[in-house]
């Protein structure tokens, strides 16, 4: 095994007992489950949180912004495909050449995203008003992996590179804004079935309802 | 609220449940926000004031900087890296601007939120917050103060609601020509317990009346309360967890004496949400009763052919405000249309509607907070204008409280409308029985 990937094997252990430290702490006092009769189904509103609820028609927040949500998506794509490469490296065979380019390309398009969102934080007075200096080192971290990993999945000389930016990212994760990837999860189970059991999302079906 | 300086001790007790009342939910809530900020065109007071405190975003990042603080490495060890910030009482004072001035609790951002947090329970959570520091608005304390006192926000004796309902029962019987038509109070073995606003018995009696008809109507086996009869709950508004547990106990026990199978809340967003769902939690038990809004039992009974409605009986045409509480949080999103389409001659719905409709801005307690009371009128404006987009002559609206917010936009905003509660016109629609003596 190569330094890099030591180091990266490392961040990733790191990383990963970070985020099952904050998943599984005692820290917080439990919710108790709800006691009044449900209405409708909170397991069809977590449902609805994880599939219908990411289209942007399901969110004025996607569909009144719908740059910022495709640069969103865009970003997360890149962000995917990279820690996808990152633990490719870890294994001991060559990605074919078709999937490193394609690689590039989704990487690529992460990044110009990420990029259009760090100038959309700086430039925005509204956004840049409710930020604070953990938002810029996310993404530039983030941004830094995105670009290593263009430059590893055109050039493989320069996976190293990649996996000391990877590994950085790793380490800083669970600390910073980014443990929004473990707390997305936790956020969206416990409104859907807030709303899920309230029978407000998604929306009832049945004969009485002009929508169903 | 308490004016100037926020004293040593009531700061230790806001840290304290800071850091010890922070429950998993709230804090994945606070962990998940990425200050993305495409909330902002969510919130009807942002959309009126456009002033970026108003958005959900920096009134969600007012307690997670608080959060990061007592709850993250980097909150302790980097704080200005993670933007967090230490309780002081300037932070407190920016908080109840935040949680108590610029936010209903309407919890339209959370369904927009494209991280998928709740910031409606973060801001409940932050006046949690603010109770223990002694910074609840005084109109909102007041009302607490006297439920836990009297029994009901208004401290209504018990005399005067008796007196006051046996004034509005002879009344309906020389309107509706019928001697038999009752409103009754106290009665042991009733199916039902019809529980009231205080602000019925006060100033809209003739909600009251509406429901007696439309019980009579259904032949429903009914009663209600001259003590504890209350559904608001303004600890719920406040945050303090305490006085909403002791509040909506009061009632629900008085439902127990009564040995009812059913208890139906007038129309009143909160007090639906409170009873029906927060209060079983709040209690730590199962109510041996169902707890259902008037609006759907007024729904089941058209439903069931028990009432009979002429939509010709009521000509204007009339657009429906869907309160926060009873829709967004409460899921009786049908009942009301269906109860319109049949006891009006024409139905406009509003724009946005439903669970995505706006807040009439006077949700959350602030209709009691007169300290906030220009905000109120201004973040009512969306809601203003949503209703002069229909054309409508008639606001039809579940909820006490969210028809006195309407009707102050109605005068400020010069809409030229009448507010109605759902009953009352259901009531004017009403085909009523033949009484025995004609």
Known sequence: ?212 | MAEGHVKPAALEQALKVLRERVDERTAAFLNACVRCGLCADTCHVYLADQEPASTPAAKVERVASLFRRYHTLLGRLAPGLVGAETLTEEALQALAAAAFGRCTLCGRCALNCSVGLDPAAIIRFARTVLVAAGMVPNGIQANIEAARASGNTMSISQEDVRETIAWLEEDLRQTIGDPEVSLPVDREGARVLYALNPRELKFFPLSISAAGMIFHAAGESWTLTSTDFDITNYGFFAGDIEAQREIADRLIRRAEELGVQELVVAECGHGYRTLRWEAPDWLGRPLPFAVRSFVEVMAEYLGAGRLRLDPSKNPDPVTLHDPCNLVRHGGVIEEQRYLLRHAVTTFVEMTPNREDNYCCGGGGGLLAASEHTAKRIESGKVKAEQIRATGAKVVASPCHNCIDQLMDLNRHYTLGVEVRTLGEIVADALILPVPPSS
């Open chain 1, 1 to 212: 095994m190569t330094l890099g990937s030591l180091v990266l094997v490392a961040a990733l252990l790191v990383a990963l007992a970070g985020f099952l430290a904050q998943r599984f702490s005692r820290r917080f006092p439990r919710v108790p489950a709800p006691i009044a009769p449900a209405r409708g189904s909170a397991a069809a509103g977590v449902l609805y949180a994880f599939t219908k609820a990411f289209f942007p028609t399901a969110k004025e927040s996607a569909s009144l912004h719908l740059a910022s949500y495709l640069a969103g998506i865009g970003y997360h794509l890149g962000i995917f495909t990279a820690l996808a490469g990152l633990l490719a490296s870890l294994l001991p065979v060559r990605v074919p050449t078709a999937a490193n380019a394609a690689g590039a390309v989704l990487t690529a398009i992460g990044l110009v995203c990420g990029l259009g969102l760090l100038a959309k934080r700086t430039l925005d007075a509204r956004l840049r008003g409710i930020s604070v200096p953990d938002d810029f080192v996310a993404n530039l971290l983030v941004d830094a992996a995105l670009a290593t990993g263009i430059a590893a999945y055109l050039d493989h000389a320069l996976v190293p590179l990649f996996q000391v930016t990877g590994a950085v990212l790793l380490l800083y994760a669970p600390l910073g804004k980014l443990r929004h990837m473990l707390f997305l999860v936790t956020s969206r189970r416990w409104s859907g079935a807030y709303f899920g059991r309230r029978g407000v999302r998604p929306t009832p079906q049945g004969p009485g309802n002009p929508r169903g």
